[in-house]
């Protein structure tokens, strides 16, 4: 029997980068898997395929985080398909646009707030009464090294992320009678899609293989590495643990991109 095996997850944004990979780890430890995606079907359809074709289960929901509506029907497609949820992974999210907080209108704080808190705590929220009937349920945010480090620039991301944290570790304390587990998994820098691009941009055209000699064990986090974490939380083997933090970062950065 594989380790997950009777279980149903959701993992939001798992289309592509760090959500993809821990789709297809979870996957390959025995859930069925519900591919959650924004805009690309097609990147989504192939992270499904891919699962199929190796003995998984899995299954495509387009649904915006941000959109409660969208959300309810994603729930609700889920359960009809692969059974009742057990497992969120709440992983979707989206960037900063760079600028110093007395610049950045109230607008940007609220649309990352939206994306990064508020519609996965709908997501949860939907999703607790199945887990509370399981026996057994999971919450895994995935966070960011940053939140901890606050750097310029960066205040709507962060704040947004720091607010999610929160509420995981109360969430935490609340459901334990439960048997919920509430926990956070916190990556640096990230070698993915939008890892790269953020390389660029504060490197003025660097790449992540140019920096991969100075971060911890001669390279960048890759999503193999988050999606381990994740696995480890999930399973038997973390029975005991809730309410934690585990950063995924080779132990701190050797050089610094904001």
């Given at each position: 029997m594989s380790r997950l095996?009777?279980?149903v997850a959701v993992v939001t944004g798992s289309s592509r980068g760090v959500g993809r990979g821990i789709a297809l780890r979870l996957a390959a430890d025995g859930a069925a898997v519900a591919v959650n995606y924004r805009r690309d079907s097609g990147a989504a359809d192939e992270?499904?395929?891919q699962i199929v074709s190796a003995g998984g289960r899995?299954?495509?929901y387009g649904a915006a985080i941000d959109d409660e509506a969208a959300v309810d029907t994603m729930v609700d497609a889920v359960r009809a398909d692969l059974g009742p949820v057990d497992l969120v992974v709440s992983n979707a999210g989206t960037a900063s646009k760079g600028q110093p907080v007395s610049d950045t209108p109230g607008a940007d704080f609220m649309s990352l707030l939206r994306?990064?808190?508020l519609g996965p705590i709908h997501l949860i929220q939907r999703v607790l009464p199945d887990m509370r009937a399981a026996g057994r349920g999971d919450v895994v945010m995935i966070s960011s090294s940053t939140v901890a480090?606050?750097?310029a620039l960066s205040a709507p991301y962060t704040m947004a992320k720091a607010a999610m944290e929160m509420c995981v570790r109360?969430?935490?304390?609340e459901e334990r009678a439960h048997n919920i587990r509430a926990n956070i998994v916190a990556p640096g820098l990230v070698e993915t899609e939008m890892g790269r691009r953020l390389v660029k941009a504060a490197t003025g055209g660097g790449s992540i293989e140019d920096l991969a000699a100075g971060y911890p064990f001669g390279r960048v986090c890759t999503p193999a590495d988050v999606a381990g974490a994740v696995a480890f939380l999930?399973?038997?083997d973390a029975e005991y643990v809730t309410g934690q933090r585990i950063t995924v970062d080779g132990g701190g950065r050797s050089v610094s991109v904001v």
């Open positions: 095996d009777g279980r992270v499904v395929a899995a299954k495509a994306v990064h808190a480090e606050a750097p109360t969430l935490a304390q999930v399973s038997a």
